[in-house]
């Protein structure tokens, strides 16, 4: 998000900078890791390169004192929910009694969900449907 602030402003150096600092840390990262953890080490050194790059970034855009363009609060919130929620996918991936319980607790929940505001996915569906004959 923060490297179209950087190319909107024309100081593309940071864009360079940020993906050779990642770089070089996921180069260096796996070197270190995949010999000792195996090859799943990558996916966790190339997160860390991800996480790396984004924070160059934003560093790079709050010195252009740019940073009001996006509400922060918010960007970091949904990344902490997106690592959260790749945890818990993980945890379930490796208990197959947990993920289908967790997979049929989630269907209970939405159909019930789905009744208790059957009008407004009646709304829904229907502003769809006429979208699609528009077409």
Request: with cysteine; charged share 15%; aromatic share 18%.
């Amino acid at each position: 998000m923060y490297v179209n602030i950087e190319i909107y402003e024309k100081k593309t150096k940071g864009i360079s900078l940020a993906t050779g600092i990642a770089c070089l840390a996921n180069v260096v990262l796996n070197f270190l890791f995949i010999p000792i953890c195996g090859y799943i080490a990558a996916a966790y050194t190339t997160l860390v390169g991800y996480m790396i790059i984004f924070f160059v970034h934003y560093v790079t855009v709050k010195r252009m004192r740019m940073s009001f363009v996006y509400d922060t609060k918010t960007v970091v919130t949904f990344l902490g929910g997106s690592l959260f929620l790749m945890l818990i996918a993980y945890l379930l991936y490796i208990n197959s009694i947990i993920r289908y319980g967790f997979i049929g607790f989630v269907l209970v929940v939405s159909i019930v969900l789905a009744f208790k505001f059957k009008a407004s996915v009646f709304q829904i569906v229907n502003r769809f449907k006429k979208k699609c004959n528009k077409k």
